[in-house]
């Protein structure tokens, strides 16, 4: 199962408590020369709570590069 997939069957909203969410990824453009050029190489995860629309904001890099991605998601999500 993918981190993106096991973000969305395992997030639990912060502020509504509910279960469950949409994952999209987007690209941002950073600073300087990649600005410029409209460089966009800075990739997040957006997890957005199929309740109320809360958004959080991952970093998919620091997640994948996790030896066990399941494990930070425990982490994050508690179990």
């Known amino acids: 199962m993918s981190i993106d997939e096991q973000l969305a069957e395992r997030f639990v909203c912060c502020k509504c408590n509910q279960q469950g969410a949409y994952v999209k990824r987007f690209s941002a453009i950073g600073t300087g ?3 410029l050029l409209d460089i966009q190489h800075n990739v997040f995860i957006a997890t ?3 309740s109320c629309g809360y958004t959080e904001i991952y970093n998919p890099d620091i997640l994948e590069s996790r030896s066990h991605a399941t494990d930070v998601l425990d982490l994050l999500f508690g179990g």
């Open 33 to 35: 020369l990649s600005k």
């Open 48 to 50: 957005s709570c199929s």
